[in-house]
């Protein structure tokens, strides 16, 4: 059984940036691909930013290349998020989730999923 926690999300102004960070926990963490999802009121989840387990290859939806950035810290099971240049339309409520060998942004790649944290980009 994989944990994950996510934490860092907040409110920020349009243009500003949030690191979001996903502590996983349980055995084998290295062979998990992570994936970050989001969900905004009323709109299906969504991949944003997900890494594979083995090369640690990355895949980002057009809506946020070149301003989001996935990373992973193995020392700390940790991965995180760089969110940049944020735009009202980034608000949701962000996921991180977890699976032996995945890869790739679908939701029924994934078995085990954090709470979520909650990103509101306003003025």
């Known amino acids: 059984q994989v944990q994950l926690v996510e934490s860092g999300g907040g409110l920020v102004q349009p243009g500003g940036s949030l690191r979001l960070s996903c502590v996983l926990s349980?055995?084998?963490?290295?062979?998990?691909?992570i994936g970050w999802f989001r969900q905004a009121p009323g709109k299906e989840r969504e991949g944003v930013a997900c890494m594979t387990h083995s090369d640690d290859s990355t895949y980002y939806a057009d809506s946020v290349k070149g301003r989001f950035t996935i990373s992973r810290d193995n020392a700390k099971n940790t991965v995180y998020l760089q969110m940049n240049t944020l735009k009202p339309e980034d608000t949701a409520v962000y996921c991180c989730?977890?699976?032996?060998?995945?890869?790739?942004?679908?939701?029924?790649?994934?078995?085990?999923w954090g709470q979520g944290t909650q990103v509101t980009v306003s003025s």
């Open positions: 989730a977890a699976a032996a060998y995945a890869s790739g942004s679908s939701t029924k790649s994934y078995d085990y």
């Open positions: 349980g055995p084998n963490l290295r062979s998990y691909g």
